[in-house]
């Protein structure tokens, strides 16, 4: 069993940047890819960014690209997502997530364990 537990939303103006954390309890995470999503009010839950076990390969979402950067710790069982350039859009609850595997994947169903949720709030 893994848990996972993300920190650092918060509520922000447009343009400002905020840095979000995901927190592994168990070193095993370093096996697997892994991805944050986020969800909208009334909206299902998207991926926004993922990475593979290694960080050597990252996939964005076009609506975050040049602007989110994704990266992973593997020796602090950390997993981050770096926010610039922050839109009203980008308002949601963020889930970080591991995959039931090691490499990118694109769809909610192919992971495995999710966190709690930290809200990102951007006001205009």
């Known amino acids: 069993q893994v848990q996972l537990v993300e920190s650092g939303g918060g509520f922000v103006q447009a343009g400002d940047s905020l840095r979000l954390s995901c927190a592994a309890s168990s070193s095993t995470w370093g096996d697997r890819s892994m991805a944050w999503f986020r969800q909208a009010p009334g909206k299902e839950r998207a991926l926004v960014a993922a990475?593979?076990?290694?960080?050597?390969?990252?996939y964005y979402a076009d609506s975050v690209k040049g602007r989110f950067t994704i990266s992973r710790d593997n020796n602090k069982n950390t997993m981050y997502l770096q926010m610039n350039s922050l839109k009203p859009e980008d308002t949601a609850i963020y889930f970080c997530a591991l995959s039931y595997g090691y490499s990118i994947y694109y769809t909610a169903s192919e992971y495995e364990y999710w966190g709690q949720g930290t809200q990102v709030t951007v006001s205009s």
């Open positions: 990475i593979n076990r290694s960080g050597g390969i990252r």
